[in-house]
């Protein structure tokens, strides 16, 4: 059985640099078998792209918007290219 993996790009718009969203979408991301990276945008946005199962990436992503509600008000979810296993590990922080 193939695992059928997808990416995915979010950027999240609103009150969500200075808040924690990128230590909580990092913290959140250890309990799923995703790979990827978050980081700060100079236009006041928050980049996002995680790698894995499209039903991982979806509770992945539930819970990071549930946990920051508050400081999101909008996001823009798009597919993109997978990117080799060998390259990324692990979901971490960029700055």
């Given at each position: 059985?193939?695992?059928t993996l997808k990416r995915i790009r979010?950027?999240?718009?609103?009150?969500?640099?200075?808040v924690?969203?990128?230590f909580t979408a990092a913290r959140l991301a250890q309990a799923?078998?995703?790979t990827g990276f978050v980081r700060n945008l100079s236009d006041g946005t928050v980049h996002l792209?995680?790698?894995?199962?499209?039903f991982d990436?979806?509770?992945?992503?539930?819970?990071?918007a549930h946990d920051m509600a508050?400081?999101?008000?909008?996001?823009?979810?798009?597919?993109?290219?997978?990117?080799?296993?060998?390259?990324?590990?692990?979901?971490e922080i960029l700055t």
């Open positions: 059985m193939t695992l979010v950027i999240y718009a609103g009150d969500v640099q200075g924690g969203f990128r799923f078998p995703i792209e995680a790698q894995g199962s499209p990436l979806d509770a992945f992503l539930d819970r990071l508050p400081n999101i008000q909008h996001t823009s979810q798009t597919n993109i290219p997978l990117v080799e296993k060998q390259s990324e590990q692990r979901f």
